[in-house]
């Protein structure tokens, strides 16, 4: 993956995913849809995830990162979750369940501030 220019960071859930289904060939695409969810978002954390992470400005105050605060999520780890989560259920042409995801990120924090 190439890097992104910081002026051209996506704003929001669905500017990442296009990005993402840019950047993924088809060859590739074909072989995230052959894993299934849990190993594609696992496998994935450190590699692409962490690209997403630091290109993205998730661990500083760009558009996407503040987009996911206002969600609810403060942590890059968990926003590139979701958006790694979002592509591939993009891809199996799922719903993202999104209140659901953003749900056990806030639910996990709250019971570590307990």
Request: glycine share 4%.
């Amino acid at each position: 993956m190439e890097d992104i220019n910081l002026d051209n960071i996506p704003k929001d859930l669905d500017e990442a995913i296009m990005r993402l289904n840019i950047e993924f060939d088809d060859s590739a695409k074909k072989s995230i849809k052959a894993m299934n969810e849990m190993d594609f978002v696992c496998d994935l954390h450190f590699s692409t995830g962490t690209w997403i992470r630091n290109n993205w400005g998730l661990w500083s105050n760009s558009a996407l990162s503040q987009y996911f605060n206002n969600l609810g999520i403060q942590h890059p780890d968990d926003m590139s979750s979701v958006i790694l989560t979002c592509y591939y259920r993009h891809l199996k042409q799922q719903n993202f369940e999104l209140e659901k995801q953003l749900k056990y990120y806030q639910d996990y924090w709250k019971k570590g501030s307990l």
